[in-house]
């Protein structure tokens, strides 16, 4: 951690915080400042929901207990979600995330260690492609440009 670095290791980045719905427009530069935080959130997350999952999997019998686990499951990923939503990242799934650079979008899911893929607006996850392919292929204003819109 360098000198800069706040106590979280984010420098002096901050980050806008969005209203519920409200949909921010990444530069590739942005997506990658702010990816350090959603990948921190998103594993906490995940460890946080994990022993909810191997309770519900162990086949709980009791109808109460379930229904509590339930409802930790749903608290913990609507606290996720609500958490993404804030930093205006687009939920595509569960533990999949959308940055929008207004032509498509920068793709991640966790566990993967970078920001690797991208695909358009009009296509899913399972048409994503390698992020430096399109790199290579003819650089995007939103790949090249140091805020989203310049």
Same mark, same amino acid.
């Given at each position: ?33 702010? $990816? ?25 019998? @009791? ?18 979600? @609500? ?15 959308? $940055? ?24 899913? $996850? ?23 819109g310049e």
């Amino acid at each position: 951690m360098s000198d800069s670095d706040g106590p979280h290791g984010h420098g002096d980045t901050v980050f806008a915080i969005q209203r519920p719905g409200q949909v921010k427009i990444f530069s590739l530069r942005e997506a990658e400042a702010v $990816f350090p935080l959603v990948r921190v959130i998103t594993a906490q997350a995940y460890d946080e929901l994990a022993p909810v999952l191997d309770a519900m999997r162990a086949g709980v019998e @009791n109808r109460a207990a379930l229904a509590r686990y339930e409802g930790d499951y749903e608290a913990i990923v609507q606290r996720w979600i @609500n958490k993404m939503e804030r930093l205006g990242v687009v939920v595509s799934g569960l533990w999949l995330i959308d $940055f929008d650079t207004g032509d498509g979008y920068v793709c991640w899911r966790y566990p993967e260690a970078a920001l690797g893929f991208y695909h358009g607006h009009d296509q899913g $996850f399972g048409q994503r492609r390698p992020l430096l392919d399109i790199l290579r292929e003819r650089p995007p204003g939103w790949a090249t440009a140091g805020e989203a819109g310049e």
